[in-house]
């Protein structure tokens, strides 16, 4: 059968992001300083952030217009389209109408360029020459590297280490976009000198990378941080994705019973999840699915509470779901998945009950990819394969009720740069995680002690 593709035509690219705040149950946890263990102010946020993005931070306003600079250049890929996988319901045999919103058309072939894009337009606008971030899988430091190309600043990326040996293609895109691409931890940083100082043969973790990154824009006047997930800004700009999600759905005459995305930081599970809440904040009924990685429980094992975005404590403190901020996952291959933490908007929606979480182990979803990728033509990243895990079980399960569902789901990025982790699968090398009660309860044992 057919694959049907929903466009919808470039003038209906979003003019305005979809700020979730106002239809949040309940006002937000203050952010605390590290230092002081006092609320933050946004003075305390401009050494690393431009005064635009801080603004964003913090905004209660529900919608915020796009700059006419950063959606010229989202035109180079959006609006992205939307697909029905007839294939994949045929083998399934499936009564579900199952859809998904393809971000792998972008040039870094992820979703990511929606919020490196606007964070490089900001930063050029406050005079900023440099930016430095950290980077798991590469998706996100090949998407920076790219937008500060675009925006003629230089970029220095932290990659954490057992990426940088496993995705070494993401790695020579970034450098193709004239990045800087440092393994992390590295002996670049004080943070970094430290942690190989006590463990020489250490992997690294995106919460490593992170205390680098912010240590390096610290350091240098000439330099801002940029992250590319989890905070409020972010999650904000890859709103793009489920408002172009509604009305491509609107198109196809259809709406969803659920809609699913992987979730790390909740970068991308936001960007498609958050417009489809407003409708439920109205009074729509529609579930949202997190769907994450059981090597990296955040949201399924993970406690709410006050806890460092960052291994070396520089970074700023968050309520949100843990594992601890020294959390050290396994060398996963969706390594954009391998965050100790959830964002405070998603960790909020998720502790009110107004989203839903998965855990999978890695096998269970490189599974499901390859039957999406042998019916859909499509390789799905890894990370992005959790979320085709979730999609596949919704769909079997409305086989086994013999009834209709509409399933949305976030494809976030293509896996052609990541063929050594299918090539594992195939040969049957692949090794299943979960992370243990143990370690998770010795982690949690090292949150800060916060009295907001």
């Known amino acids: ?5 929903y466009l919808l035509p470039e003038s209906q690219i979003p003019t305005h992001w979809y700020n979730v705040i106002p239809d949040l149950p309940g006002p937000l946890a203050p952010v605390i300083h590290p230092g002081t263990l006092k609320p933050v102010t946004p003075d305390d946020l401009l050494p690393l952030f431009p005064l635009a993005l801080v603004e964003q931070e913090v905004s209660r306003e529900r919608f915020i217009e796009i700059p006419r600079e950063v959606r010229e250049i989202y035109r180079l890929w959006r609006p992205t389209p939307l697909f029905r996988a007839r294939r994949l319901e045929q083998a399934l045999g499936t ?24 964070q490089a337009f900001y930063n050029r606008q406050a005079g900023i020459k440099r930016l430095a971030t950290e980077t798991g899988a590469g998706q996100w430091g090949s998407s920076l590297a790219m937008a500060c190309s675009m925006f003629g600043l230089e970029c220095t990326i932290y990659m954490v280490k057992v990426s940088f040996s496993q995705k070494p293609y ?26 190989l100082q006590r463990d020489p043969g250490n992997l690294g973790s995106l919460g ?27 999650c904000l700009h890859q709103t793009v ?7 491509q759905l609107k198109l196809a005459g259809d709406y969803p019973d659920v809609v699913i995305a992987c979730h790390g930081g909740g970068s991308n599970f936001a960007g498609l999840a958050f417009p489809f809440l407003a409708d439920r904040a109205a009074g729509k009924r529609v579930r949202c699915l997190a769907a994450e990685p059981a090597s990296c429980p955040s949201l399924t094992k993970g406690v709410y509470a006050f806890d460092y975005g960052d291994t070396a404590k520089m970074a700023p403190i968050a309520k949100m779901y843990t594992l601890g901020h020294d959390f ?31 855990a999978y182990v890695q096998n269970a979803c490189f599974e499901a990819a390859l039957l999406f ?14 979320a085709i895990r979730a999609a596949v079980d919704e769909a079997l399960r409305a086989k086994d009720e013999g009834r ?32 243990s009660e143990e370690k998770i309860r010795e982690a949690l044992a090292r949150l800060p002690e916060v009295d907001p």
């Open 241 to 247: 994705i489920g408002q172009e999600a509604k009305a």
């Open 170 to 195: 993401r790695k020579s895109l970034m450098q193709l976009f004239g990045a800087k691409v440092i393994p992390s931890p590295s002996p670049e940083t004080a943070a970094g000198r430290a942690i």
């Open 328 to 358: 050290m996952p396994p060398g996963i291959h969706a390594g954009g998945l391998r965050y100790h933490g959830a964002s405070p908007l998603v960790s909020q929606l998720f502790a009110a009950g107004e989203i839903e979480a998965r």
């Open 373 to 386: 990728a042998r019916s859909e033509a499509i390789v799905p990243a890894p990370e992005s394969s959790h």
């Open 404 to 435: 209709e569902r509409v399933i949305l789901v976030g494809l976030s990025g293509h896996g052609q740069l990541d063929m050594g982790a299918y090539d594992a699968y195939l040969s049957g090398n692949l090794e299943d995680h979960e992370y």
């Open 95 to 118: 009564p579900a109408r199952i859809y998904y919103k393809y971000e792998g058309v972008s040039p870094a072939g992820s979703h990511k360029p929606n919020s490196a894009v606007p």
């Open 1 to 5: 059968m057919e694959t049907t593709k």
């Open 208 to 234: 490593i990378a992170i205390s680098e990154a912010v240590e390096d824009a610290a350091t240098h006047s000439d330099t801002h941080y940029a992250l590319g997930s989890v905070l409020n800004h972010v």
